[in-house]
């Protein structure tokens, strides 16, 4: 057990550090939001958080579409292993 590897997530204090510097970063762009004038091409873009909720919003998008594609490109496990199989058949009927 001694000479298991330890990553830089395995200790739940580095997990606790990554999240208060996301939540610190994220709570300064959000101040940022009312100092910083924008020029905006629609009036939308000027709610406040407007970018962070469409980003948001974006990526939950990908993830749910992608959980839809996947149902659509997958393949069985033995797809590949499937093919040579009937390959090796059509060989010994062919002799």
């Not at 909720?53 to 993830?63: P, R, T």
Request: aromatic share 14%; hydrophobic share 40%.
């Amino acid at each position: 057990m001694a000479d298991k590897k330890l990553y830089l997530f395995d200790k739940p204090r580095n997990v606790k550090i990554v999240l208060y510097g996301l939540y610190i970063s994220c709570g300064i762009l959000l101040l940022l939001d009312f100092i910083i004038h924008r020029h905006t091409q629609h009036p939308w873009e000027a709610l406040l958080g407007f970018y962070s909720i469409y980003g948001f919003i974006g990526c939950a998008a990908i993830v749910i579409g992608s959980k839809y594609l996947r149902g659509m490109v997958e393949r069985d496990e033995d797809y590949y292993t499937r093919d040579e199989l009937t390959m090796g058949e059509e060989d010994h009927v062919a002799d």
